[in-house]
């Protein structure tokens, strides 16, 4: 019984997942600019890879436990690398969208339809140094 | 003798709908940061079906690939933000 219980949670995670992701994919192609793009782009890769990793996990420890097929040799191995890809995942991805936001900002790219920009007159590290 | 769940196939086939949106991205990008935040997305969703191709083809290394691939695919993607701003490495 609990067997099926597994296997309803799995799928759900994989739909929400590939939902996500392609999500993602759609939201690069509509959004009008780098920043927008950068907030589909990463969030909502970020939101999904932790519902698909995390099915597989599940998927793992479903065939640790109960001794089912699915994974046919070693499936604690199969959790522990899993979950250390998704920690790579959740450490790398938001670092990477900061610094990549914060270089768009530096190399001039201004947001769309922005009305205010903040940052605009902010000198950079390298300026009040001098 | 390679056999994959049809399950499997299908979130790969999914997955792969989304790279290519994002190549799309990539291709029409009007600015440099534009097609950066494309090829951040594709390192992410390949990350991703790595995983999922690991499980189908009941392969850990696949796993190991991936989780080496990400932090790769950071560090590059670091250089390369670093490159945009234009200051001292």
């Given at each position: 019984?609990?067997?099926?219980?597994?296997?309803?949670?799995?799928?759900?995670?994989?739909?929400?997942?590939?939902?996500?992701?392609?999500?993602?994919?759609?939201?690069?192609?509509?959004?009008?600019?780098?920043?927008?793009?950068?907030?589909?782009?990463?969030?909502?890769?970020?939101?999904?890879?932790?519902?698909?990793?995390?099915?597989?996990?599940?998927?793992?420890?479903?065939?640790?436990?109960?001794?089912?097929?699915?994974?046919?040799?070693?499936?604690?191995?199969?959790?522990?690398?899993?979950?250390?890809?998704?920690?790579?995942?959740?450490?790398?991805?938001?670092?990477?969208?900061?610094a990549l936001a914060r270089a768009a900002h530096r190399s001039g790219v201004k947001p769309a339809k922005a009305v205010i920009d903040e940052l605009?007159?902010?000198?950079?590290?390298?300026?009040?140094?001098? | 003798?390679?056999?994959?769940?049809?399950?499997?196939?299908?979130?790969?086939?999914?997955?792969?709908?989304?790279?290519?949106?994002?190549?799309?991205?990539?291709?029409?990008?009007?600015?440099?940061?534009?097609?950066?935040?494309?090829?951040?997305?594709?390192n992410t969703i390949v990350i991703v079906s790595m995983v999922i191709f690991g499980l189908a083809v009941q392969s850990v290394i696949y796993i190991?690939?991936?989780?080496?691939?990400?932090?790769?695919?950071?560090?590059?993607?670091?250089?390369?933000?670093?490159y945009l701003e234009g200051g001292e490495f």
């Amino acid at each position: 019984m609990w067997d099926a219980v597994f296997d309803w949670i799995i799928y759900f995670f994989l739909i929400l997942g590939i939902f996500f992701n392609l999500l993602a994919g759609l939201g690069l192609l509509r959004f009008p600019d780098v920043y927008t793009r950068l907030h589909a782009g990463t969030k909502c890769t970020t939101f999904g890879s932790i519902f698909i990793i995390g099915s597989v996990i599940l998927i793992g420890l479903k065939a640790w436990i109960f001794n089912t097929p699915e994974v046919a040799n070693s499936p604690d191995v199969l959790v522990f690398h899993a979950a250390v890809a998704l920690v790579a995942i959740l450490l790398t991805n938001p670092t990477g969208a900061h610094a990549l936001a914060r270089a768009a900002h530096r190399s001039g790219v201004k947001p769309a339809k922005a009305v205010i920009d903040e940052l605009e007159n902010k000198p950079s590290k390298k300026e009040v140094k001098k | 003798m390679i056999q994959i769940e049809p399950v499997y196939l299908g979130v790969l086939g999914a997955l792969f709908l989304a790279i290519l949106m994002a190549i799309i991205r990539v291709i029409k990008g009007p600015t440099a940061p534009d097609r950066i935040v494309g090829l951040d997305t594709i390192n992410t969703i390949v990350i991703v079906s790595m995983v999922i191709f690991g499980l189908a083809v009941q392969s850990v290394i696949y796993i190991d690939v991936a989780i080496v691939y990400a932090f790769l695919s950071f560090i590059s993607t670091l250089f390369i933000a670093k490159y945009l701003e234009g200051g001292e490495f």
